[in-house]
């Protein structure tokens, strides 16, 4: 409707600096809350480990709605399974190698990543049926200065009127961003409802606070989601997973020790993150202002660039053609997946935590000789079983209710 006034510029201007905001605000926290977390997180053992990675491989699954579900479990079960792939990291046999050397150091994480997000976008678009650019109708271009200082006037005014409404979804996002699996984007779409769900009758101005709430938790999610990423070696989505793989293959290992042993790698990361948003002002303007062009690219000249860049991409972080063999087959894979509707995150969550958890797992009962009981005989690591548990219990339940028969049916 917006857009259909001439207002899509406005609007896109006003959502980018709230954008901003939430990306500051998720900073901020994202700082405040990593050393106090690194504290507590130092008491943990193998034990408690293992019950952390338990737990966000089962968020993975519980942020997905209804038959979903189904679907993001058999994506998380073919992570844990790609997780196998290689040599084990307790008993150190090879698993699943079928004699190739290059599979002893498991799947690559980069590769697989560039596959599953990269190269199964061309597949998809190259499969559609439609591969025309749609044509889109742009309002009354805005001129350069009135973009900004719109944008701008209207944040203060969003921030003066509704202070702490501006404030809670920011902080809404960061906590959303902590659930392992839940993204940003869920962040946005959950904050965007809150914000429409005490709308009597909607109007523009109230489409834009809705929209505002929305970016603002999209952006302090992403730094909510590195919170549990640095303290615990949990990733919060899908691009902490891919950092937290690159960082095992430099041999840093992200938990508690990380801000003493790497604090300038952990002071290095809050001042990209500052840097990062202040940033985006300059380019996303430009952006807004270039993105008629940018969209208006015909398919058959963007999807080649994409996918030299994928080739690149995978071959350039070892030189091995094995790594680009390993992106092509994980990019048709991500393709597949996605054209059946199965969601990709929990698929990067098994592969990137499924060797910790297993490696935390034979630890914990090696520590205690083989007894069961010894993964919950700490007061930390019981209670972290019971949420387990409980999360576990919630997710078979309403899986099983998806699939008994509507009696109105």
């Given at each position: 409707?917006?857009?259909?006034?001439?207002?899509?510029?406005?609007?896109?201007?006003?959502?980018?600096t709230?954008?901003?905001?939430?990306?500051?605000?998720?900073?901020?926290?994202?700082?405040l809350?990593?050393?106090?977390l690194?504290?507590?997180?130092?008491?943990?053992?193998?034990?408690?480990?293992?019950?952390?990675?338990?737990?966000?491989?089962?968020?993975?699954?519980?942020?997905?709605?209804?038959?979903?579900?189904?679907?993001?479990?058999?994506?998380?079960?073919?992570?844990?399974?790609?997780?196998?792939?290689?040599?084990?990291?307790?008993?150190v046999?090879?698993?699943?190698?079928?004699?190739?050397?290059?599979?002893?150091?498991?799947?690559?994480?980069?590769?697989?990543?560039?596959?599953?997000?990269?190269?199964?976008?061309?597949?998809?678009?190259l499969?559609?049926?439609?591969?025309?650019?749609?044509?889109?109708?742009?309002?009354?271009?805005?001129?350069?200065?009135r973009?900004?200082?719109?944008?701008?006037?209207?944040?203060?005014?969003?921030?003066?009127?509704?202070?702490?409404?501006?404030?809670?979804?920011?902080?809404?996002?960061?906590?959303?961003?902590?659930?392992?699996?839940?993204?940003?984007?869920i962040?946005?779409?959950?904050?965007?409802?809150?914000?429409?769900?005490?709308?009597?009758?909607?109007?523009?101005?109230e489409?834009i606070?809705?929209?505002?709430?929305?970016?603002?938790?999209?952006?302090?999610?992403?730094?909510?989601?590195?919170?549990?990423?640095?303290?615990?070696g949990?990733?919060?989505?899908?691009?902490?997973?891919?950092?937290?793989?690159?960082?095992?293959?430099?041999?840093?290992?992200?938990?508690?020790?990380?801000?003493?042993?790497?604090?300038?790698?952990?002071?290095?990361?809050?001042?990209?993150?500052?840097?990062?948003n202040?940033?985006?002002?300059?380019?996303?303007?430009?952006?807004?202002?270039?993105?008629?062009?940018?969209?208006?690219?015909?398919?058959?000249?963007?999807?080649?660039?994409?996918?030299?860049?994928?080739?690149?991409?995978?071959?350039?972080?070892?030189?091995?053609?094995?790594?680009?063999?390993?992106?092509?087959?994980?990019?048709?894979?991500?393709?597949?997946?996605?054209?059946?509707?199965?969601?990709?995150?929990?698929?990067?969550?098994?592969?990137?935590?499924?060797?910790?958890?297993?490696?935390?797992?034979?630890?914990?009962?090696?520590?205690?000789?083989?007894?069961?009981?010894?993964?919950?005989?700490?007061?930390?690591?019981?209670?972290?079983?019971?949420?387990?548990?409980?999360?576990?219990?919630?997710?078979?339940?309403?899986?099983?209710?998806?699939?008994?028969?509507?009696p109105?049916?």
């Amino acid at each position: 409707r917006l857009t259909k006034k001439g207002q899509a510029q406005r609007l896109l201007g006003i959502a980018l600096t709230c954008s901003v905001f939430g990306g500051l605000l998720g900073t901020v926290v994202l700082m405040l809350l990593g050393s106090q977390l690194a504290r507590v997180a130092q008491w943990f053992s193998v034990t408690e480990y293992f019950w952390l990675y338990l737990i966000g491989l089962s968020c993975a699954v519980l942020v997905s709605s209804g038959n979903a579900r189904w679907k993001a479990m058999l994506s998380l079960v073919l992570g844990l399974l790609l997780a196998t792939v290689g040599l084990s990291a307790v008993h150190v046999q090879p698993r699943f190698t079928f004699g190739w050397p290059s599979l002893y150091q498991g799947i690559s994480f980069i590769p697989a990543m560039i596959g599953l997000f990269g190269l199964s976008e061309v597949f998809a678009n190259l499969s559609a049926q439609e591969n025309q650019t749609d044509q889109i109708q742009n309002g009354e271009t805005t001129s350069f200065g009135r973009l900004i200082s719109e944008a701008f006037s209207g944040l203060a005014t969003r921030l003066k009127q509704r202070p702490v409404g501006s404030t809670q979804a920011g902080l809404l996002g960061v906590l959303i961003g902590m659930l392992p699996g839940a993204g940003a984007d869920i962040a946005a779409w959950v904050a965007f409802a809150a914000a429409k769900k005490n709308v009597a009758e909607e109007s523009d101005e109230e489409s834009i606070r809705a929209i505002g709430d929305a970016t603002t938790a999209n952006s302090a999610a992403l730094a909510g989601g590195w919170i549990p990423a640095l303290v615990f070696g949990i990733p919060g989505d899908s691009v902490t997973a891919i950092v937290i793989g690159v960082l095992m293959m430099k041999n840093v290992t992200p938990g508690p020790a990380i801000f003493e042993d790497q604090a300038a790698l952990v002071y290095s990361i809050y001042l990209v993150f500052l840097l990062a948003n202040l940033i985006m002002l300059p380019i996303g303007f430009l952006a807004i202002r270039l993105g008629g062009f940018i969209v208006s690219i015909p398919k058959r000249y963007l999807l080649p660039v994409i996918v030299l860049f994928c080739v690149t991409g995978s071959y350039a972080l070892n030189g091995s053609l094995f790594d680009v063999g390993t992106m092509l087959v994980m990019g048709i894979a991500g393709w597949g997946l996605s054209r059946h509707k199965f969601p990709l995150g929990p698929v990067v969550l098994g592969l990137v935590l499924g060797g910790p958890l297993e490696e935390r797992f034979i630890q914990s009962l090696t520590a205690s000789g083989g007894n069961p009981v010894g993964l919950v005989n700490r007061p930390v690591a019981a209670i972290l079983a019971v949420v387990a548990v409980i999360i576990t219990t919630g997710i078979v339940r309403t899986m099983v209710r998806e699939l008994k028969p509507d009696p109105s049916v």
